[in-house]
Structures are given as structure tokens and as C-alpha cells.
């Protein structure tokens, strides 16, 4: 580790590497679902919350984990209503079952996951999209824009759970491929980091399973309508906002050819702690990863690695930024690119260099650190930006 006073170039390399390291590690959002599926009309219902304030400040939001509400028997009554002919080989009062069966079984309301599923299939009629009626997946695993064909499952059961699954990585911090509470029927479990990232239904979207903004509303619009169906209203769960102190509006993502790094209102060199950071940001979620701590701003689509003094692991104060993923829309770099612009906005704003394969460099510091965007699917990924190591 370089000392005190200016690195040598081999040190500055070094620490360059680790940081990278370390960006690589802060995994990415998965961007599943069939996006492009055109959607018949959307049965009445709007979205199910209203952000509310009060002292102290909170939130009303919609878990991913629980109990289903309906029964299958509501839910299959609820379809019938809608005057809409599937094409999916198994009978929709038998899928409702398997719905409501596996989501118990892992603890994932299994009701609005049958609601995601109308959204991701376009009513189980998969009109123009790469996923096959016959393929058994209900929710666009493994379906993007370069991808030749999505996730194709044995049996309609393998598809469900699968689907479960996979919403319980997104929603508990203790998911564990190793212990669901049946065999792990979903291979993408484990792109899903860190786990428990998107907990509540209006934390889905924006690159959190789907690419769309607008992913949470329609699929707690379909989930409206089936309560509404059975005489029901929908409910949520209030909870203190983690992310009440976070900043509102867009965010810069700024790295200078001389070797300032900023994020937003954080210098990230010379006042890149956790403190300086939970002031500019809001508190967010915290745990030790292999010798970093990897703190998430769900709220920002923020995931951020600091490395405390001596490498400890834990998340004290003082630790110190070493890279960040950027995955929410309000990031900004200097010249205007953003999460889920196009690529083609890369090279113009970069050079064709700049989009050239998965990870491109935007802006590169002599002094290491380095601006980088992360593409697939045709558009911007992440931000990713790495802070050199001042020892």
C-alpha cells in the first residue's frame, strides 16, 4: 500500500485494480421481463400507494414477502371476468393454485406475483414476444432485447417456482440459494446482489427485475382489480423511509480528467466516508462484504463499496469509498448520459470506443480513478465509477 505523500505509478496501478474489483463486485440489478409484450387494456384499478409524511417520517409501501391474500379460487374467478382466452397449456384455476402453493411455501405473496405474470405475458397470450406460450415462464426470466429466447421450464410448476424464487432474492436479505424451501428451480438466482435489494413491490422497475418506470404501478393495477373483484381494497404496510434523507432531483456523476470524483453533493476523494456519504445521501443499507462495507440506496439506485481503515470489513464512519453502481435514472454524468439511455446516445457523447462491449470507459484520471458505463440489452446499464486508494 502506498504511503503518506504522492504513490508511485505501480502503487496507483494497484489500487486502480482493487477498486475495479470492487465495482465488479457491486453486482447489477438483473433486467428481466418481457418489456416489449404488447398489453391488452388494463382492468380497472390504479396503483395501491400513496407516499404519506408524518414525524417521524414514513412511508407506505407494498411487500414482496407474505402471505397471498386471495385464494386461487378468487384469483381464477377474478381472470374469468376479464373475457380473455390464454394460451398457456395448463388451466388458469390450476397455475392460480401452483401461484398461490409455491409463494406460500418460500413466503412471497403469490397473488401479486399471478399479477406480475398477467403483466410479463401480456394475459398468458405472449403476443410478440420471445418467451413461448409453451415455455412454462410466466414472468420473462432470461428474456432481453439480445437474448434469443428466454428461460424455457419443464413443467408450468418448475415455471412458478422458479418466478417465487426469484422475488425472494430481490426481496430478503437472507436469501440463500441453498435454502429455499424447495429445489431451486431458478438459474438466475444468483445475478440477483445484493439480496433483498427491492423488498416492496414499489421498489420493482427502474432496473430492479424490469427496465420500465412504470412496472410497479401496472402490476399493482392488475392486483387492484383482482381485490376489487373479490370485495377486497388493497392495503399496504407503513414503515420508517430509510431514504427520507436522500436528495431529490438529479445527481451528478462526475469524474475529471485531473482526478476529482464526485457524486452528487459527496467529494468522493477527501471526504469519501460512510458519514459523509449517510449526509448527502440518507441512511442506507448497510453489510461487510469480503473486507469492504457495501452500503445500497434503493431509493437512488445506488450501490456503493467503502473500505475501512485496515481493511476490517465493518461499517464504521470512517471507511472510505472505493467504487460505486449506478443504476438509477437521475444519475448524471457531465455531459447528460444517464441509466437506461440508449447506446447509440454513448458513442455519441463518448466515441464508438466508449460502447464497444459490455463495460466501456468514459473518462479515465491519471491518478486511477475512472468513469466506466455498463451496457446490455441496447441500453446503459449502470454508472460505474472507481475511487483510487489514498493510503
Not at 69 to 98: C, N, V
Not at 318 to 346: C, E, I, M, N, Y
Not at 350 to 360: F, I, L, N, S, V
Amino acid at each position: 500500500m502506498p504511503g503518506a505523500g504522492c504513490p508511485s505509478i505501480a502503487p496507483v496501478r494497484q489500487s486502480v485494480t482493487i477498486a475495479v474489483t470492487i465495482a465488479v463486485a457491486l453486482t447489477l440489478p438483473s433486467a428481466l421481463g418481457a418489456q416489449s409484450v404488447p398489453q391488452p387494456p388494463a382492468p380497472p384499478g390504479g396503483t395501491t400507494t400513496t407516499p404519506v409524511t408524518s414525524t417521524p417520517v414514513t412511508v407506505a409501501v407494498t411487500p414482496v414477502m407474505g402471505p397471498s391474500r386471495l385464494s386461487a379460487e378468487q384469483i381464477a374467478s377474478w381472470f374469468s371476468k376479464q373475457g380473455i382466452t390464454p394460451l398457456i397449456s395448463i388451466p388458469i384455476p390450476d397455475l392460480a393454485r401452483l401461484f398461490v402453493d409455491e409463494g406460500n411455501a418460500q413466503g412471497v405473496r403469490g397473488d401479486i406475483a399471478f399479477a406480475q405474470s398477467v403483466l410479463e405475458t401480456g394475459w398468458f397470450r405472449y403476443l410478440g414476444s420471445m418467451v413461448k406460450p409453451g415455455d412454462n415462464n410466466f414472468a420473462g426470466l432470461g428474456a432481453c432485447d439480445s437474448c434469443a429466447r428466454g428461460n424455457i421450464y419443464a413443467t408450468p410448476e418448475e415455471g412458478v417456482r422458479a418466478q417465487i424464487q426469484h422475488l425472494w432474492a430481490y426481496a430478503d436479505p437472507g436469501a440463500d440459494p441453498a435454502r429455499t424451501a424447495r429445489p431451486l428451480a431458478d438459474t438466475r438466482f444468483a445475478y440477483v446482489r445484493p439480496y433483498g435489494k427491492a423488498p416492496t413491490w414499489e421498489a420493482m422497475g427502474n432496473g430492479n427485475w424490469a427496465t420500465g418506470g412504470g412496472y410497479t404501478g401496472k402490476i399493482l393495477g392488475v392486483y387492484a382489480s383482482m381485490l376489487r373483484h373479490n370485495g377486497l381494497q388493497p392495503t399496504t404496510v407503513t414503515v420508517p423511509d430509510v431514504a427520507s434523507g436522500a436528495p431529490s432531483g438529479p445527481l451528478g456523476a462526475l469524474v475529471t480528467p485531473s482526478g476529482a470524483v464526485r457524486l452528487g453533493d459527496l467529494r468522493a476523494i477527501g471526504d469519501g466516508t460512510i458519514k459523509s456519504a449517510t449526509t448527502a445521501f440518507g441512511t442506507g443499507s448497510a453489510r461487510p462484504a469480503h473486507g469492504t462495507c457495501h452500503i445500497t440506496w434503493a431509493a437512488l439506485g445506488a450501490v456503493m463499496a467503502f473500505q475501512p481503515p485496515g481493511g476490517s470489513g465493518t461499517c464504521g464512519d470512517d471507511a472510505r469509498l472505493r467504487a460505486a453502481v449506478l443504476t438509477g435514472p437521475q444519475w448524471l454524468t457531465a455531459k447528460g448520459l444517464k441509466p437506461g439511455d440508449p447506446v447509440a446516445k454513448v458513442r455519441r457523447l463518448y466515441g464508438r470506443q466508449a460502447a464497444r462491449g459490455p463495460t466501456g470507459v468514459l473518462v479515465q484520471a491519471r491518478s486511477g480513478a475512472r468513469l466506466s458505463v455498463r451496457l446490455g440489452e441496447g441500453v446503459v446499464k449502470a454508472l460505474v465509477v472507481a475511487v483510487p486508494h489514498r493510503g
